[in-house]
């Protein structure tokens, strides 16, 4: 009985191994993206790219390579990077031009890997849909918003020279530059979103929905990876409920700030303002549960 499990378990793995091999040979012989150029193990399987991708190194990989085979490589069985100025134009390109290149259909394993629920955002929205967004937010873009905001980013830009000299000692000791310019950054995005900063720069120290939006970006990095190698089903479950802590912690966390930003009567020239004054549904249903 012992030996028959132990064959049936040996034929097994053999079975994975060789279809694992039959689908590396079909990625780099036989799919329709062979011709183009790359790394072997790119063209070969998916786990190759997804591990460069968690590891955090896959960019840089990506440069590299383009060094090595050019403007356009096969980083993944069914990927290309492009690097050219025109490939940009014709990919990404949002205008409404009838003579123009047709929309491109965004990627759902990259730009949906939650799953087909994704609310639409400037990232992830059709041409028209994108279009829309735009011309929502422009106001808060305007010359007279950006003059509004100048004293914005002056305060916290001269804040954070501060906070630079007193960490060097002058110039005489070696300072953080990455957490000074992400508390920098968040405090700016903070204020210029929704209206309040979250204390970085003045406290040194990164606050708890800061935390957990950055714990979150790595949850995103796991969960994205396991819709690539093919277990949506199972990102769908983890989405759709506690488990990603970073995720339930920042979107509680997020949605106090927008709650105390919208509670708020005076007009101010941040991201924000625009949305109020359109009364969007979302966010008056938001602020008809503030009160």
Known sequence: MAIASSHTLVMLIAAVVIVCVAHALYNVFLHPLRKFPGPLLCRATQLYSQFKFLSGVL?????????????????????LSFISPQAWRDIYSTLTDPNGPAEMQKYDKFYRFAGPGTPDTLF????????????????????????????????????????LHEGSKC?????????LFNYYAFDMMGSLG???????????????????MTHHVKEIAFIQ????????????MITSSSLLKGK????????????????????????????L???????????????
Not at 225 to 236: A, E, I, N, R
Not at 255 to 264: A, D, G, P
Request: charged fraction near 25%; include cysteine.
């Open 59 to 79: 960019q840089f990989n990506i440069k590299s390579w383009h060094d090595t085979y050019g403007p356009v490589v096969r980083i993944s069985p069914n990927e």
């Open 124 to 163: 992830t929205a059709s041409k028209k849909v994108h279009v829309t967004f735009r011309r929502q937010i422009n106001p808060a873009f305007s010359e007279r918003a950006l003059r509004m905001q100048e004293p914005t980013y002056h305060l916290y830009t001269s804040l954070l020279i501060q906070k």
């Open 171 to 179: 110039g005489t000791q070696p300072v953080n530059l990455r957490d």
């Open 194 to 212: 929704i209206g309040s900063d979250f204390g970085g720069l003045e406290h040194s120290t990164y606050h708890p929905c800061v935390k957990a």
């Open 225 to 236: 990876t396991l819709t690539y190698l093919g277990f949506s089903k199972l990102v769908q």
């Open 248 to 275: 339930v912690e920042s979107e509680k966390l997020t949605r106090e700030k927008l709650l105390s930003r919208m509670s708020r009567e005076e007009e101010r020239a941040d991201l924000f303002e625009p949305f």
């Open 277 to 291: 004054k359109l009364k969007e549904p979302l966010v008056w249903l938001l602020l008809s549960l503030s009160k």
